[in-house]
Every structure is written in C-alpha cells, then in structure tokens.
C-alpha cells in the first residue's frame, strides 16, 4: 500500500515563501501521477497542482499558476511544493496524492476521486 507523508507546512507572512515536501514509500509501477490539493476551513477540497510521474510534465490551478511549482524526485520517492508570493487566500491544509489513473493530464489530474491514495495533510498558514 502506497504510504505518503506530508512536511514542511508552518506560519508564514503574506509575500513570503514555503516548499512543501512529501515523502512517499510503496509506491506502485503503475503511479501515473501525483498532486496537492488544499482544503481551507469550511470549505472543499480543491486541486492544486499535478505531475506526470514519469515524464514531469506538471499542471496547475489558475490560482497557483506563476507562484507555485511543483517538483519530483523520482530517486527519493519525493514530492515538493515550492510556493512563493503567498497571500492569505492560501491558507489551507495541504495534501499530497497519487493516482494510478491513466487520461489526459487537466481532465484526469483535479478530480480528487482520480487518486486511490492521500497523505494525512500539513496545516499552510498565511497571515497578513
């Protein structure tokens, strides 16, 4: 069973910077892709970012596009989140996931029903 581990998360001004990293053991041949989604208070779970776990080809939510990136270690089984330029809108938990289905990359990678498995998430606070 694929296992993942999300770190990095804290308090940070607006403006500022964060990487998130996730550490993932067990993982299948069969991964197609990995992501981070985000779910602030009362609010759902939304899409973040993807990457093609073999190829790196990444995809983004409008609202990140330009500030965050996303990045792999395929050696280390890692996955990052730098995130730059952070506005309080931001604030959320943040999650990692994989996925095992197969499809184009923006109909496949923001449906969070798409990912068999999540990490346990990692609070991101962005104060004004």
């Known amino acids: 069973q694929v296992q993942l581990a999300e770190s990095g998360g804290g308090l940070v001004q607006a403006g500022r910077s964060l990487m998130l990293a996730c550490a993932a053991s067990r993982l299948s041949f069969s991964l197609s892709y990995m992501g981070w989604f985000r779910q602030a208070p009362g609010k759902e779970r939304e899409f973040v970012a993807a990457i093609r776990w073999i190829s790196g080809t990444t995809y983004y939510t409008d609202s990140v596009k330009g500030r965050f990136t996303i990045s792999k270690d395929n050696f280390e089984s890692r996955l990052y989140l730098q995130m730059n330029d952070l506005k309080v809108e931001d604030t959320a938990v943040y999650y990692c996931?994989?996925?095992?289905?197969?499809?184009?990359?923006?109909?496949?990678?923001?449906?969070?029903?798409?990912?068999?498995?999540w990490g346990q998430g990692t609070q991101v606070t962005v104060s004004s």
């Open positions: 996931a994989a996925s095992i289905m197969h499809g184009v990359m923006e109909v496949v990678t923001p449906s969070i029903q798409n990912y068999a498995y």
